[in-house]
């Protein structure tokens, strides 16, 4: 298909980075991928900047949410897991990062995968991580989710794990993950707090399910 054009330009990095077709302005933009792996699409979210929203919390409680951040590149990563005592499957998940400048809130990407409950994964574990990691994220993809589908595996935090001699443990899947990428350049310095904010998809009631300070 190449040659039916002037000019191509080809990637295979996985996630996709949609800044890139802001930076080369194509005509066409094509992924091309087999039937049999479309669930890995909804493994890795594409790398985009978070769009922002306006919305406060009205009330907070308190849950085993999980929030992580990492860096990679010029982006900020934060993902995570809300507890499903306090979310339902079609209420939203956003995040609120609080600064010295004050409070911007995000809409991350939806994500489904294979957790652990217990908090301990061995090797057997790993494995099982990734099988459900992938089986979650065809089911996702099947289904049609209705936020910005997608799975997370979390086969390298098993390994991680099971690595400090923890004992096997039952997986879950779960369909209430998050992940967004914001720009890193904003939280070069200082402390800034992580909130997720569940927004109920039938009263529209904004609740805190948890909150954790990083910098």
Known sequence: MAPAFQRAYFSKLIPYDMAQIAALKPNYTIIER??????LL????????APTLKTEATKALTSNTTIEVTK??????????????CIGINDDIFIQVETS????????????????????????????????????????????????????????????QGAAGSVSSPLVLS?????????????????????????DADSGTVTSVASKSFG
């Open 175 to 199: 369909d209430y993950g998050f992940k967004a990428y914001l720009l890193g350049s904003a939280f070069q310095e200082g402390e800034y707090i992580v909130t997720i904010l569940i927004r």
């Open 42 to 49: 909804a493994e890795s979210p594409a790398i985009m900047l």
């Open 72 to 85: 990679d590149g010029d982006y900020l990563v934060i993902q995570g897991w809300v507890d499903e005592a």
């Open 101 to 160: 400048s004050g409070r911007v809130c995000y809409a991350p990407f939806r994500i489904s995968g294979s957790i652990n409950k217990a908090g301990d994964q061995g090797a057997g574990a790993q494995a099982g991580a990734q099988a459900g990691a992938q089986a979650g994220a065809q089911g996702a993809a099947a289904q049609g989710a209705t936020a910005q589908a997608g799975a997370l595996g979390v086969a390298a935090q098993a390994g991680a």
């Open 34 to 39: 087999a039937q049999r792996h479309m669930g």
